[in-house]
T-cell receptor
Framework: NAGVTQTPKFRILKIGQSMTLQCTQDMNHNYMYWYRQDPGMGLKLIYYSVGAGITDKGEVPNGYNVSRSTTEDFPLRLELAAPSQTSVYFC???????????FGPGTRLTVL | GENVEQHPSTLSVQEGDSAVIKCTYSDSASNYFPWYKQELGKGPQLIIDIRSNVGEKKDQRIAVTLNKTAKHFSLHITETQPEDSAVYFCAAQSQTSYDKVIFGPGTSLSVIP
């Protein structure tokens, strides 16, 4: 199993550009999550999904959108990128809630 | 909503010594408390977790204790090794936070050989 994979690893965007961060898991997990990690701030939940077709907002959803058309994929869309979205983004998955989350390697995004 | 605080933010210990990281949470309904280790350039990885019906859990050199009355939980690492150097995150999860996992800000642990 590859676990949770994320692409790209690094990306530089200009203000106002859009992009999609890809996330795929091959563990048949129901739950998937997107977090952002700012220096010294821990992990903040952006969006999460409890299954295909179901998504919900986390702590910091503004400026982002998600979709979950399959069990495996959970892409995160940034519209109109802003410098405040400069961060490291982690995708994670778990089989059930209140259980271990498996994290991908992260995407480092810089908005200039 | 839930708030998780974590102390210290940085911790430096000599190899072989013990390390203790402490967390507090605000939501008395929280019932799942995982600890994650993040090595440089990687995603976090679960090292141990504890549920609210248990006061202590141990796995080799790692132990976690939970005091529900005081809303405290702690990570204890004994006989530290250089490979224990990483950032450690505590977290809490409860139904009143719509099952979201709330993470603490992290502790950067350095083990000096």
């Amino acid at each position: 199993n590859a676990g949770v994979t994320q692409t790209p690893k690094f990306r530089i965007l200009k203000i106002g550009q859009s992009m999609t961060l890809q996330c795929t898991q091959d563990m048949n997990h129901n739950y998937m999550y997107w977090y952002r990690q700012d220096p010294g701030m821990g992990l903040k939940l952006i969006y999460y999904s409890v299954g295909a077709g179901i998504t919900d907002k986390g702590e910091v959803p503004n400026g982002y959108n998600v979709s979950r058309s399959t069990t495996e994929d959970f892409p995160l869309r940034l519209e109109l990128a802003a410098p405040s979205q400069t961060s490291v983004y982690f995708c994670a998955s778990s089989y059930l809630s209140y259980n271990e989350q498996f994290f991908g390697p992260g995407t480092r995004l810089t908005v200039l | 909503g839930e708030n998780v605080e974590q102390h210290p933010s940085t911790l430096s210990v000599q190899e072989g010594d013990s390390a203790v990281i402490k967390c507090t949470y605000s939501d008395s309904a929280s019932n799942y408390f995982p600890w994650y280790k993040q090595e440089l350039g990687k995603g976090p990885q679960l090292i141990i977790d504890i549920r609210s019906n248990v006061g202590e859990k141990k796995d080799q050199r790692i132990a976690v204790t939970l005091n529900k009355t005081a809303k405290h939980f702690s990570l204890h690492i004994t006989e530290t090794q250089p490979e224990d150097s990483a950032v450690y995150f505590c977290a809490a999860q409860s139904q009143t936070s719509y099952d979201k996992v709330i993470f603490g800000p992290g502790t950067s642990l350095s083990v000096i050989p």
